[in-house]
């Protein structure tokens, strides 16, 4: 098995372009082998040398677009061969299940029977009331989703998932009648639309009833062992109301609206009255970073930098209800400031395009500078992506915490540039992202559990560690230079950038798992689906 081969461990469609990665001193034949027949079905030269400096190695592109029939293929290049990878009309179907599942894997509050969740049912867990920081009163919050490796839940990420959610069904409508093999209470909705009201059910329950003001989080005061959630005792405590998660409360719980209202208009107008409800709270509130209060020590999602949630609530809510004052907000912000992010930390890509696709009357002139900054940060992106021999929006400099998110969020800023120009390059920049992710990358392992030969099998997750089995369907962290664990200092030390992974369960800096990596997975395979060019 070649370590020098380096393909998308999944596969390609047929007519997409197809590129693999020879990593090696000088040009190189190669040849594309049907691995049923054995035979060459066809043959090439690898291209040009680019130095991939954050990898510290030297890349040939290997192109081979003329291979469409439908099979399973390797690459064979100067005596070695790569792993084998299927061509196929949407062969990232199963891949597309296990990550939509795996919301409903992380269900908490809920038993998941045997029958639905395998080796990873439970009994139902934190489903006791959670003391108020500071008070002695408590409340009723169970529901949602365990954010990531640990059992917290935490509504800044939650709003920033179900937008990427949204963001998908928009891309590709089809996936609202997804069969990825879970249980719905209401037909209408399918399964989708049913696993994210299993989110904004607990949502809607982080929100203070006479304020409007939303939580920020709930969880034990520190992380738990390796083990499965119902084993987790500890008293559950809810951490103060915050700015950024009122605001992304209102954002997302906006954008829910529009989709549950054609399928259950008395939910959608449920959802409609908080989002309202804390968007006026918000205006009453200190604009202020959150941070965990003392004692507590579980994820703190803190963000100093928050007229973001304004702009992205704003548009929103706009786009959604129509009314002036939402409008006026966001043109005022967006006349002073345009940026870009579709993350936790920078919401404002979500703000951009809710306000460039709203229905109601927008500024035409502030439309067209918008959709001009896109294409400004995206054309800087693929400049990038030309100049990586894994063709990915990268430097030496990028790989930090989470570097996957972030390639991920600069996929997503290629092809909201490719919607709105219509330049082509983009569009295949953005795929070259996702074949990163599944395969096409220094580390040579798909970081997407469950799939691929080069596999992820020690996640920083305590369900996976309590089975000494990875949960499939989840995309972990990658690369960091940070090094930010005492496991990724005692493996990484010395290595380049782009290689700074290892497997291992405690390297949660390189190895973690979050509901907002998940989402922005399912948007990155939304945008190889045929028929998706047109949002709805």
Known sequence: MSQNILVNEIGYLPMDPKRAVYRGEGTMEFSVIDRKTGEKVY?????????????????????????????????????????????????????????????????????????????????????????????????????????AGDFGRYIVPAAVTIGHLFLAMELDPNLIKFDFGIPVENPDLGQLLSEIKYETDWMLKMQDTESGEVYHKVSCTHFCDFFMPEEEK???????????????????????????????????????????????????????????????VTGEYGDESLEDEL???????????????????????????????????????FGNVAYILSEFPVDETL???????????????????????????????????????????????LYTAYFFTKKDDYLEAAKEHTHYILGKNPCNVCFLTGFGTNRVLNPHHRPSAAKKKPMPGMVVGGPDSGLHDPTAEKYLKGQPSAKCYVDELLSYSTNEITLYWNSAMVVMLALFVEGYRELK
């Open 43 to 147: 043959e090439g030269v690898t291209g040009r040398e680019i130095i991939c400096s954050a990898a510290e190695e030297k890349n040939r592109i290997i192109s081979f677009d003329g291979v469409v029939e439908e099979g399973e293929y390797i690459i064979k290049a100067g005596g070695e061969e790569s792993v084998p990878f299927v061509i196929k009309e949407w062969v990232y179907s199963d891949a597309m299940k296990a990550l939509l599942k795996f919301f409903y894997l992380q269900r908490c509050g809920q038993k998941l029977p045997e029958e639905i969740a395998g080796e990873f049912a439970h009994e139902p867990c934190h489903d006791t009331n959670a003391r108020i920081y500071g008070t002695d009163r408590f409340i009723d919050v169970s529901g949602g989703w365990h954010d």
């Open 367 to 413: 439309k067209s500078i918008i959709i001009a900054a896109i294409d400004a940060k995206a054309d800087s992106l693929l400049y990038l992506c030309k100049s990586n021999g894994y063709n990915i929006s990268f430097n030496e400099k990028s790989f930090i915490w989470g570097s996957n998110m972030y390639l991920m969020q600069n996929a997503f800023h």
């Open 234 to 296: 500890d008293e559950l405590v809810i951490s103060p109301v915050s700015y950024a998660a009122t605001l992304d409360f209102a954002a997302s719980l906006a954008m829910a609206v529009r989709f549950f209202k054609p399928v259950d208009a008395e939910y959608a107008d449920i959802l409609a009255d908080a989002s309202k409800k804390a968007y006026e709270a918000a205006k009453k509130m200190e604009v202020k970073g959150f941070h965990n209060p003392e004692g507590i």
């Open 311 to 349: 702009y992205w609530a704003s548009a929103e809510l706009y786009r959604t209800f129509g009314e002036e004052e939402y409008r006026k907000t966001f043109e005022e912000m967006a006349y002073k400031h345009i940026s870009h992010g579709y993350g936790w930390e920078d919401v404002y890509s």
